[in-house]
């Protein structure tokens, strides 16, 4: 049987599958009614071109059909934006050309992939109905656009600093081991933990550290894809500091701890704002 061909867009951390009929934010499915995505289709088809308002008028309608044109398609326009989290006063996406039609603006990606080549991605957040559910996490769209270089800069401290952290714990296995016997009693169930988890650290802080070092642009989707296991592990290696607390004291274990806690979240904003530097 022959393999079907699958168009997919990608620009900053959308992606859209033209066959499925699919909108992705950060790997998460957005609903969309079909008259929005199929002038979202039109645009991404010629990105930096003026795709005008009768082009438009013959895609969405019929000559027969009788219909309120330049408000509907401002409506249309309109639900577009505030999916991709744009506006006409300030566009990063779609541009407004008065009484001609509309532009999109960022470089886009055009990939046909068969079908059997498509893996199936994990949508965090979604509903049965292709919805979004509302989330705790910072979405790309709250984000500011800051320099590419101050996100990359601060994304490699992160993943050198977790380096340090397990091979600094590594280098001092004994002395970590007589710390837990003296004030546990002999717990070498957390330094099995912590062993394994440096373990599997080690190679993800490697692979992010190479991500970023050779600037890949799909950094958020492979990030987001293990940040589940990223986040396990961080939140575990927060206890760190109690592992030096014979010489920061029990107050600066507890701030650091609290502090580490938040470093997850701030990985996953970090990403996301390279994407919108790059969209931009």
Same mark, same amino acid.
């Given at each position: 049987?022959? @393999?079907?061909?699958?168009?997919?867009?990608?620009f900053g951390v959308f @992606?859209?599958? *033209? %066959? *499925?009929g699919e909108l992705r934010k950060s790997g998460v499915r957005l609903r969309v009614q079909d008259q929005p995505f199929q002038v979202l289709l039109l645009l991404l088809a010629r990105p930096g071109e003026v795709v005008t308002r009768e082009e438009l008028r013959?895609? !969405?309608w019929a000559s027969d059909t009788f219909v309120d044109f330049d408000h %509907? !398609?401002?409506t249309i326009i309109n639900k577009l934006r505030e999916l991709l989290g744009d506006s006409a006063s300030s566009p990063r996406f779609i541009e407004t050309l008065a009484k001609r039609g509309y532009r999109f603006l960022p470089s886009v990606e055009r990939s046909p !992939?068969? *079908?059997n080549a498509l893996p199936a991605e994990p949508q965090p957040g979604s509903g049965e109905d292709g919805g979004s559910r509302p989330s705790f996490l910072t979405q790309p769209q709250d984000l500011p $656009? $800051?320099?590419h270089g101050y996100v990359r800069i601060l994304f490699l401290l992160i993943q050198i600093m977790y380096l340090g952290f397990y091979i600094g714990a590594f280098a001092r296995l004994p002395a970590i081991q007589q710390l837990l016997d003296r004030k546990l009693g002999g717990a070498n169930w957390i330094t099995v933990i912590l062993v394994v988890s440096g373990a599997i650290g080690i190679p993800i802080r490697l692979y992010l550290l190479s991500l970023v070092a050779f600037d890949v642009k799909?950094? %958020?989707r492979k990030f987001l894809r293990l940040f589940p296991i990223t986040f396990i592990l961080d939140e575990l290696w927060a206890l760190s500091p109690f592992l030096l607390i014979a010489q920061i004291g029990i107050g600066l274990a507890l701030a650091s701890t609290a502090a580490l806690l938040y470093?997850?979240?701030?990985e996953r904003t970090l990403v996301l704002m390279r994407d919108r530097s790059h969209s931009n």
């Amino acid at each position: 049987m022959p @393999e079907q061909v699958k168009t997919v867009f990608r620009f900053g951390v959308f @992606e859209v599958d *033209a %066959s *499925a009929g699919e909108l992705r934010k950060s790997g998460v499915r957005l609903r969309v009614q079909d008259q929005p995505f199929q002038v979202l289709l039109l645009l991404l088809a010629r990105p930096g071109e003026v795709v005008t308002r009768e082009e438009l008028r013959q895609k !969405l309608w019929a000559s027969d059909t009788f219909v309120d044109f330049d408000h %509907s !398609l401002n409506t249309i326009i309109n639900k577009l934006r505030e999916l991709l989290g744009d506006s006409a006063s300030s566009p990063r996406f779609i541009e407004t050309l008065a009484k001609r039609g509309y532009r999109f603006l960022p470089s886009v990606e055009r990939s046909p !992939l068969t *079908a059997n080549a498509l893996p199936a991605e994990p949508q965090p957040g979604s509903g049965e109905d292709g919805g979004s559910r509302p989330s705790f996490l910072t979405q790309p769209q709250d984000l500011p $656009v $800051v320099p590419h270089g101050y996100v990359r800069i601060l994304f490699l401290l992160i993943q050198i600093m977790y380096l340090g952290f397990y091979i600094g714990a590594f280098a001092r296995l004994p002395a970590i081991q007589q710390l837990l016997d003296r004030k546990l009693g002999g717990a070498n169930w957390i330094t099995v933990i912590l062993v394994v988890s440096g373990a599997i650290g080690i190679p993800i802080r490697l692979y992010l550290l190479s991500l970023v070092a050779f600037d890949v642009k799909d950094l %958020s989707r492979k990030f987001l894809r293990l940040f589940p296991i990223t986040f396990i592990l961080d939140e575990l290696w927060a206890l760190s500091p109690f592992l030096l607390i014979a010489q920061i004291g029990i107050g600066l274990a507890l701030a650091s701890t609290a502090a580490l806690l938040y470093v997850p979240f701030a990985e996953r904003t970090l990403v996301l704002m390279r994407d919108r530097s790059h969209s931009n």
